[in-house]
């Protein structure tokens, strides 16, 4: 998150310019890091065409200031991921994995042994069994992705896969576990109502699902893994926006 030795608000003079010579060139050549070129800047050599030069400059600036606050975002995001990535890279994919069998089995023997330890109802120790085996998989796959594909692998695929480790997982218990239920599926009830109601009947396709699904069973895990999929593209496009606009060493 360290903007170097240009400071806070150095930095944030450096991404707007960064930003509005990347608008400017969305048009015009030679404009984003040309001031220090041997030919410099291009502008355009007529009146009108300088006018119009100039009417794209200003249009830009509303443009930046919607888009620079998803920078932010995507800078502070960049400095959590990676994080996260580095201890992932430092175990591995067979790290990982072991991590996560240790973790999540541990909670499958518990849910064998102490099934009233954490408010199982029948068939508790398979469902703790599946959404770890969901868990760690996902986590695999977005280890795996992340570390053999390129930019665009690991944005449509490694950070989805990662999303998916994380929300799945409760979704699958709360469908054997009343504690997890408790909290998990009145959750995703008035989230899925929300997008139902406000998002899909603007569309108008609300009717459709009302009348083809039903709320209930693995209609939630099929609901956050709706969520998690688009919510890791979204992630992965923050992270590479700030990659675009603050490059790091």
């Known amino acids: ?32 890091n040309a001031n220090d070129t041997v030919l410099g800047t291009w502008t355009p050599d007529t009146s009108i065409g300088l006018a119009l030069y100039h009417l794209w400059s200003a ?8 888009v620079y606050p998803l920078v932010l975002c995507g800078v502070v995001l960049r400095y959590q991921t990676r994080r996260i990535d580095g201890t992932a890279t430092r175990l591995g994919v067979v790290g990982v994995v072991l991590l996560s069998v240790l973790a999540w089995g541990g909670l499958a023997a518990l849910a064998r042994l102490e099934p009233g330890s954490i408010n199982l109802v029948s068939g508790g120790f398979t469902a703790v069994a599946v959404a770890g085996g969901v868990a ?9 992705f992340r570390r053999v594909g390129g930019r665009g692998t690991t944005v449509a695929l490694a950070y989805p896969f990662a999303m998916t480790a994380i929300f799945l997982p409760p979704v699958v218990a709360a469908l054997y576990s009343t504690t997890v239920a408790s909290v998990v599926i009145p959750a995703s009830d008035s989230l899925s109502r929300w997008f139902l109601y406000e998002v899909l009947a603007a569309v108008g396709v609300a009717e459709f699902f009302i009348e083809n699904f039903d709320r209930e069973g693995i209609a939630y895990v099929i609901i956050w893994l709706g969520i998690s999929i688009p919510l890791g593209w979204l992630l992965g496009l923050l992270v590479t926006l700030a990659d675009f606009v603050r490059p790091t060493e």
């Open 1 to 32: 998150m360290s903007t170097g030795s240009h400071g806070v608000v150095g930095g944030i003079r450096i991404d707007l310019n960064r930003l509005h010579e990347t608008w400017m060139e969305l048009v015009y050549p030679r404009q984003r």
């Open 59 to 66: 249009l830009g600036v509303p443009v930046i200031a919607l």
């Open 136 to 144: 760690t998989l996902s986590a695999a796959l977005a280890v795996t």
